[in-house]
């Protein structure tokens, strides 16, 4: 007889207790095999893809893309045993008291005791939930674009209602209203309370001009701080975003990376004391080898940018001042010294802002650097930075300059003593041999945990780091 076995939602890494099931690859019916890829989750830190655990055929998939699942949920049902009866439909078996639903201990936290999952709202279904309509097909009615261009003839709005009727009234209650027909006619067309109208004509009359002005001012619009749904400042915002009954605002949950990177800026600044110094570097030669890198057969497989020389100049600086690669345990009230480099870059991606390290940076040289930054940099943006390959950094470099910003005052990234924020290179005049030339320069910041770092250590390091690339030629000798 058939054999039904229920999938929990594993802990991807890390401790995490949601996720949102992104897409299935498998469907009611399908076969698979063990390890076979059946779901695509996303965490607080990247897409997972999740294996399955037994080999049979689909009997239940238990909660839908878009929804956000408690980990230790069952989300998949599986017969082991399809040739004993048909399994299509079949309901889940629930496990005995006491015993362990599922594959056994998977992924790290598995098992965990069921919790009912926290369901969102697809996109597409805030529109239901946004309130009545004139129009369908109007602005106010469609999420997926909150804001549309008008077409010949603009929908007519509604006219105030509940709380902000009341309100309107409450303001203008006991005032006479006094307008020609032709007026009033307008403003039922254009859904406008004439009691809220400012008036401006002769005698407190309302004017077709007051209430085309009053429209106007009260009229969804696109605002400079909208850019569309498929923003990546949006965070992802299609499933589960809603746009207000006015069309004014799109209101997103707030999840995924958005969410964890929240948490961590808020531990971070509130927990680590940060100090911030600053250098204004001549970059001249940096740029001038990465010229002439960019020309090398040796490097004609790899993208080589200044953001490489100054990875490399970190890297030295932290051989030369081991105590800046550190990490403060409060726990156990000890301060942590690593004896490898774990280097960060901070990536932008339309997820959020995640900080993949480079494992062991310290062992490479300058090519094996360039590829690790380059699959790093590819992996990030394609969405699919693993928890392991953000973990255990031990400091981070951010590339401002890449968005034309001077420079800044970066928060660290939690665990770690120090990250160096890296400028936009620009052309300016520069007292070079006693003369005013034009060059190349660049602003770097270094911010630290004072609590491991004092201003001589990090002063140190972010020297060292502008030495090398006021000459390159200075790793030489220091490497």
């Keep these: 007889m058939p054999t039904f076995e229920q999938f929990k939602l594993p802990d991807a890494g890390e401790g995490?207790?949601?996720?949102?099931?992104?897409?299935?690859?498998?469907?009611?019916?399908?076969?698979?095999?063990?390890?076979?890829?059946?779901?695509?989750?996303?965490?607080?830190?990247?897409?997972?893809?999740?294996?399955?655990?037994?080999?049979?055929?689909?009997?239940?998939?238990?909660?839908?893309?878009?929804?956000?699942?408690?980990?230790?949920?069952p989300i998949i049902v599986v017969d082991t045993d399809p040739s004993g009866a048909s399994s299509a439909g079949a309901?889940?078996?629930?496990?005995?008291?006491?015993?362990?639903?599922?594959?056994?201990?998977?992924?790290?936290?598995?098992?965990?005791?069921?919790?009912?999952?926290?369901?969102?709202?697809?996109?597409?279904?805030?529109?239901?939930?946004?309130?009545?309509?004139?129009?369908?097909?109007?602005?106010?009615?469609?999420?997926?674009?909150?804001?549309?261009?008008?077409?010949?003839?603009?929908?007519?709005?509604?006219?105030?209602?509940?709380?902000?009727?009341?309100?309107?009234?409450?303001?203008?209650?006991?005032?006479?209203?006094?307008?020609?027909?032709?007026?009033?006619?307008?403003?039922?067309?254009?859904?406008?309370?004439?009691?809220?109208?400012?008036?401006?004509?002769?005698?407190?009359?309302?004017?077709?001009?007051?209430?085309l002005a009053y429209s106007a001012r009260s009229e969804p619009r696109t605002l400079a701080t909208y850019a569309g749904d498929d923003s990546p400042w949006l965070n992802d915002a299609g499933a589960g975003s809603s746009v207000t009954p006015d069309g004014r605002q799109t209101r997103v949950p707030v999840k995924s990376v958005r969410k964890r990177t929240a948490e961590a800026m808020v531990q971070s600044a509130f927990t680590a004391p940060h100090v911030t110094e600053f250098h204004t570097v001549d970059v001249t030669k940096t740029m001038k080898l990465v010229a002439k890198l960019r020309e090398d057969r040796e490097f004609k497989d790899v993208r080589v940018t200044p953001l490489l020389?100054?990875?490399?100049?970190?890297?030295?600086?932290?051989?030369?001042?081991?105590?800046?690669?550190?990490?403060?345990?409060?726990?156990?009230?000890?301060?942590?010294?690593?004896?490898y480099v774990n280097l960060g870059i901070a990536a932008a991606t339309p997820r959020g802002l995640v900080v993949p390290n480079i494992k062991d940076a310290h062992r490479l040289d300058l090519k094996g650097l360039a590829q690790g930054l380059s699959d790093l940099t590819a992996t990030a943006r394609a969405g699919r930075t693993t928890p392991a390959d953000m973990s255990d950094g031990t400091i981070t470099i951010t590339n401002v300059?890449?968005?034309?910003?001077?420079?800044?005052?970066?928060?660290?990234?939690?665990?770690?003593?120090?990250?160096?924020?890296?400028?936009?290179?620009?052309?300016?005049?520069?007292?070079?041999?006693?003369?005013?030339?034009?060059?190349?320069?660049?602003?770097?910041?270094?911010?630290?945990?004072?609590?491991?770092?004092?201003?001589?250590?990090?002063?140190?390091?972010?020297?060292?780091?502008?030495k090398i690339l006021e000459d390159p030629a200075q790793a030489l000798v220091w490497g």
């Design 401 to 466: 300059g890449v968005f034309g910003i001077d420079t800044g005052t970066p928060i660290l990234n939690p665990g770690e003593a120090a990250i160096l924020a890296f400028g936009a290179i620009r052309e300016q005049p520069w007292v070079h041999k006693g003369k005013i030339k034009k060059r190349w320069v660049t602003q770097l910041a270094l911010s630290f945990d004072h609590r491991l770092v004092d201003g001589a250590l990090g002063a140190y390091v972010l020297s060292d780091v502008a």
């Design 91 to 211: 309901p889940a078996a629930e496990p005995e008291a006491g015993e362990a639903s599922g594959s056994g201990a998977v992924l790290v936290g598995y098992g965990v005791a069921e919790q009912a999952s926290a369901r969102r709202p697809r996109r597409g279904s805030a529109a239901s939930s946004a309130g009545p309509t004139t129009e369908p097909t109007s602005p106010v009615a469609a999420p997926a674009a909150p804001v549309a261009a008008p077409a010949a003839a603009a929908p007519a709005r509604p006219a105030p209602s509940g709380p902000i009727r009341a309100l309107v009234s409450a303001a203008t209650a006991g005032r006479t209203v006094l307008a020609k027909p032709p007026v009033r006619k307008l403003a039922r067309d254009l859904g406008v309370e004439l009691a809220s109208v400012p008036a401006t004509g002769p005698g407190g009359i309302i004017t077709r001009e007051d209430v």
């Design 309 to 339: 020389i100054t990875a490399r100049a970190l890297l030295l600086a932290v051989r030369r001042h081991p105590d800046i690669n550190a990490s403060w345990d409060e726990a156990a009230q000890e301060i942590v010294y690593k004896h």
């Design 16 to 73: 995490l207790t949601e996720a949102e099931i992104v897409q299935w690859h498998v469907a009611v019916g399908d076969e698979v095999t063990v390890n076979q890829t059946i779901v695509e989750i996303e965490t607080a830190k990247s897409l997972v893809e999740l294996p399955s655990p037994y080999t049979g055929v689909v009997a239940e998939l238990l909660v839908a893309e878009g929804d956000t699942v408690e980990v230790g949920v």
